[in-house]
C-alpha cells in the first residue's frame, strides 16, 4: 500500500470513529507501528488530525483546537495570536518584527513569563511595560512613523548580533510557490535578517494574505517551519501549503 492510501485509509478510520489507536491502525492497515507513527506525524503536521499519546484524535475533537465555538466570534488576528502562544516556553529568545498580530501575541504573554525578546516593532514597549521579567531588545535604525518600526541598515547589522529560538514572522503576504514576500524592501530586509538568524520562523498571517505575491523575497516556502493563520487547519484554502515539511496551525 503506497503513502497516499495509507494517508486515506487513516482519515477515513479516523473519520469513523473519532480517535485512533497507533497498534490497532497498524493492524486494521495491515502495516508495522512504526510506519503508523510516520504516517500520523505526517497527517498532523499538514493539519489533517491531531497527534496525541498513544495515536491521534480528529481535529474537531481537539480542546486546543480554535476552530470551535469558543473562537467563533473572536477577532482573526486574536486567533492567529492565541495558537501562536502555543509555541513560546519560558526562556526562549525570539525575534518579533513590526505588525499588529505580535502586538497582540504580546498582550497575551503570562505576566511573568521569562523571554528576551528582540523587535523593531516600538509599539510593544508600551504592550509589554507590565512583564518585568521580559527582557525586551529594541533595534536601532531609521524609524518608519507608517508603521511604528525602525529598519535600514542599522537595525539589519544589530539583528545579526543576535540568535533567536523563534522569529513570529508577521506576513505580508504569502504564496505557495514564491514564499514570503513583503510591499515594503525596509521591511523585506529585516524580515530576512531575522528570518537568517532565528531556528525556526513562524508565519502568521490572514486567509486573505494567502496565495499573493509581492516584489521584495523575504524567505522561500521550505524554510518556514509553522504557517499559522485563523483558519481550521482543515480549511481547502490551506491544501497548497501541505506536504512543504511544515506545520499548519
Known sequence: MIKEERF?????????????QYDKTAEALNVSEDTVRRDIDALHNNG???KVRGGAISITKNPLTFADRR???ADKKEIVALKAQRLIQENQTIFMDGGTTNCIVASKLPIDIKLTIIT??????TVLSNHKNVELIVLGGLY???????????????????????YLLG????????GVTAVFIGDADIKSAMHKNAKKTVA?????????????????????SILIT???????KLDPYRNKKLMIL
Open 8 to 20: 486515506g485509509k487513516i482519515l477515513d478510520l479516523l473519520s469513523k470513529k473519532g480517535k485512533l
Open 48 to 50: 489533517l488530525l491531531s
Open 71 to 73: 473562537s467563533f466570534k
Open 120 to 125: 523593531n516593532n516600538l509599539a510593544l514597549p
Open 144 to 166: 518608519n512613523p507608517s508603521t511604528q518600526t525602525t529598519e535600514g541598515a542599522k537595525a539589519c547589522e544589530e539583528i545579526n548580533k543576535y540568535f533567536a529560538d523563534l
Open 171 to 178: 506576513t505580508c503576504v504569502i504564496d505557495s510557490k514564491n
Open 204 to 224: 502568521l498571517t490572514l486567509k486573505d494574505k494567502l496565495d499573493e505575491t509581492e516584489s521584495f523575497r523575504v524567505c522561500p516556502m521550505e524554510e518556514i
Open 230 to 236: 485563523e483558519l481550521a487547519s482543515t480549511d481547502k
